[in-house]
């Protein structure tokens, strides 16, 4: 079935680097995308979202971008912080109320 | 507000015992979901409900009910509890608004 998911389920990035984290979406017709973040021993944390309408979102060191063409968003923390230590999921609006969400990227921040 | 809050934090239980996960919020929410985490996987939707006395199944409802006699609580049952259910469990809101979902601290559950 279609399905939201990640690139890669772990990233190290340096300590005020940028961090990019990818997410494919093969439902062309899904008009709703949210990244959460995850801390370890915590419920999933809203992050940023973004409607098909758009191609960019930024919030405060945080920018959504979708590319609807190759079906494709990513997530850009700047100047990463070691509170930025945590997963980070991607979900599409599945209709029907309902959210379909991907496995994760783990990111780790070096010191 | 308090938001989304679960009650018990963590549980072990033994195989065939049945338990009950609380879940309240207290943000007047029309829609609360109810998800499972397995180790290193995203969530998957085990109910959902889109206002009191409305509940209806998600992707992995076997082996769970749930009620919803009002707006605040979502509780889930668990009644024959079986060892493939070991996960930790995150209730979910959101108000008709949005289609964003803030959710509960989780409840981490071993069955064993």
């Known amino acids: 079935g279609e399905s939201v998911g990640l690139h890669l389920p772990t990233l190290s990035v340096q300590e005020g680097d940028n961090s990019i984290i990818n997410c494919a979406y093969s439902?062309?017709?899904?008009?709703?995308f949210i990244w959460y973040k995850q801390e370890s021993g915590k419920g999933p944390q809203f992050i940023i979202d973004?409607?098909?309408?758009?191609d960019k979102r930024q919030g405060q060191r945080v920018t959504v971008l979708l590319n609807k063409t190759v079906k494709h968003l990513s997530l850009q923390i700047a100047a990463t912080q070691p509170g930025d230590s945590a997963v980070y999921f991607c979900?599409?609006?599945?209709?029907?109320?309902?959210?379909?969400f991907g496995a994760g990227t783990t990111v780790t921040v070096r010191a | 507000n308090a938001g989304v809050t679960q009650t018990p934090k963590f549980r072990i239980l033994k195989i065939g015992q049945s338990m009950t996960l609380q879940c309240t919020q207290d943000?007047?929410?029309?829609?609360m979901y109810w998800y499972r985490q397995d180790p290193g996987m995203g969530l998957k939707l085990i109910y959902y409900?889109?206002?009191?006395?409305?509940?209806d199944k998600g992707e992995v409802p076997n082996g769970y009910n749930v009620s919803r006699s009002t707006t605040e609580d979502f509780p889930l049952r668990l009644e024959l509890a079986a060892p493939s259910q070991t996960s930790v469990y995150f209730c979910?809101?959101?108000?008709?608004?949005?289609?964003?979902?803030?959710f509960g601290p989780g409840t981490r559950l071993t069955v064993l």
């Open positions: 973004i409607r098909s309408n758009m």
């Open positions: 439902n062309s017709a899904s008009d709703y």
């Open positions: 979900a599409e609006n599945k209709g029907d109320y309902k959210l379909s």
């Open positions: 409900s889109v206002g009191a006395g409305i509940t």
């Open positions: 979910a809101s959101r108000p008709v608004s949005t289609d964003t979902q803030y």
């Open positions: 943000m007047n929410h029309n829609y």
